[in-house]
């Protein structure tokens, strides 16, 4: 469904006593397409003393995201998370994808500490901006299995990185994901030592 109808649809009733409801963002969006207008509309908002709530935060990340600037996306996070706002997996992983897109270490590793549901390619995204030791305490905290592609570039990453915790990952990996003896990852590991 186009973005108007998600927003207007999540939405409760009180928002149409507020001075700044989100449809008054929509609204903007469709006359100017610009984000920046979405942004000093917020800023009036936040000045006004009205509080953003979920569908304020969740409809300005994924306009950012629309208007291709991922780096307000992840701006937001400081206020989300100040203010206990729960926004919906969609918009978080949303976030992890600007996190990855901007390089953004330090915000990619708040949200993997959220300790949300993530799938395999979450966890393969953040694998690009941050260490393998990070993605995979991660996913032993939350118990997560990775599929073999993700086991597999882990693996390839630690090779890179510490060969003890590419030995130490492979032999967890080896009994989850049941990697054979002969699997490109361990050929790739043997050829790389000294």
Not at 122 to 139: F, N, S
Request: some cysteine.
């Amino acid at each position: 469904p186009p973005l108007e109808t998600k927003h207007r649809a999540t939405h409760n009733r009180g928002c149409s006593q507020m001075q700044f409801p989100p449809d008054r963002f929509l609204h903007l969006w469709n006359q100017t397409k610009d984000v920046s207008s979405i942004f000093n509309l917020y800023d009036q908002m936040k000045e006004s003393h009205e509080e953003p709530n979920e569908t304020h935060f969740s409809l300005l990340i994924s306009l950012s995201n629309k208007a291709n600037q991922p780096v307000r996306s992840t701006s937001l996070w400081k206020e989300i998370k100040e203010k206990g706002v729960q926004v919906p997996n969609n918009i978080f992983w949303s976030l992890i994808n600007a996190c990855t897109r901007t390089n953004n270490h330090q915000v990619a590793s708040e949200l993997l500490k959220e300790g949300r549901p993530l799938d395999s390619v979450a966890y393969t995204q953040l694998l690009k901006i941050m260490p393998p030791e990070e993605i995979i305490a991660a996913m032993e905290k939350d118990k997560v299995i990775p599929d073999k592609p993700l086991a597999l570039l882990l693996i390839r990453s630690c090779n890179r990185e510490d060969r003890q915790l590419a030995l130490r990952l492979e032999a967890i990996l080896r009994k989850k994901t049941h990697l054979d003896k002969s699997s490109p990852s361990r050929m790739q590991f043997e050829s790389t030592k000294n």
